[in-house]
């Protein structure tokens, strides 16, 4: 079974940055797509981005693109959120997910998923 563990989260004022972290642990020769989602309370979980293990082909929502970047440590297998200019709209729990499929923004597409961190923004 596939692990993820997410870090990086925390309290930060609007415009500020912040970097998540996604660890994965266990037959990661499994995974081919790692995805970010966030989710608030009362509203579905919501795409982010996507990156395919091997680095060479990303996905970003709208809402985010030009803001966040996704990226593949492939030595320490991990895959990382950069976040820049923060808005308080970005506020949420962000989910680290994976799965062996093609690359998508469907959330139903990803099989493991890790526990969450919490991102708060300030304004």
């Known amino acids: 079974q596939v692990q993820l563990v997410e870090s990086g989260g925390g309290l930060v004022q609007a415009g500020d940055s912040l970097r998540l972290s996604c660890a994965a642990s266990?037959?990661?020769?499994?995974?081919?797509?790692v995805g970010w989602f966030r989710q608030t309370p009362g509203k579905e979980r919501e795409f982010v981005a996507a990156i395919t293990w091997s680095g060479s082909n990303t996905l970003y929502a709208d809402s985010i693109k030009g803001r966040f970047t996704i990226s593949k440590d492939n030595a320490k297998n991990t895959v990382s959120l950069q976040m820049n200019s923060l808005k308080s709209e970005d506020t949420a729990i962000y989910y680290c997910?994976?799965?062996?499929?093609?690359?998508?923004?469907?959330?139903?597409?990803?099989?493991?998923w890790g526990q969450g961190t919490q991102v708060t923004v300030s304004s």
């Open positions: 997910a994976a799965d062996g499929g093609l690359v998508s923004s469907n959330v139903l597409a990803y099989d493991w």
């Open positions: 266990g037959p990661t020769f499994k995974i081919n797509i």
